[in-house]
């Protein structure tokens, strides 16, 4: 993978085990990883601690501040508005409550 000619990769992970990220540690730090966190196979809608402990972990596994993107595993196409609106809603809380921000915006 260090061959790729990108700047980033996309990983969908939600439905992965968190392990398998042990494989990207000696990635080319120069690589971004963007990490899936929200599996949009279920209408479960994660809460924002679920979310912020899968960055956590992966971080954990693959160094601090590997992680530079965190998105859906995929696009929502097969979900309903409202639950994807919701999806999105616990991602940002999530993202914000890992990196401690203490904000109701979803910026």
């Avoid at 696009?75 to 904000?103: C, P, Q, T």
Wanted: charged share 35%; glycine share 6%; proline share 4%.
């Amino acid at each position: 993978m260090n061959q790729l000619r990108c700047d980033h990769l996309v990983l969908e992970m939600a439905r992965r085990d968190p392990e398998e990220l042990a494989f990207l540690r000696d990635l080319d730090p120069r690589l971004g990883i963007g990490l899936g966190v929200i599996d949009i196979k279920s209408t479960i809608v994660e809460t924002p601690d679920e979310i912020a402990r899968r960055i956590e972990t992966a971080e954990r596994i693959l160094g601090a501040q590997r992680v530079e993107y965190v998105h859906p595993d995929c696009g929502f196409w097969m979900l309903k508005r409202s639950i994807a609106d919701r999806k999105m809603h616990a991602l940002v809380k999530g993202r914000n409550e890992y990196l401690g921000i203490k904000s109701d915006a979803l910026t």
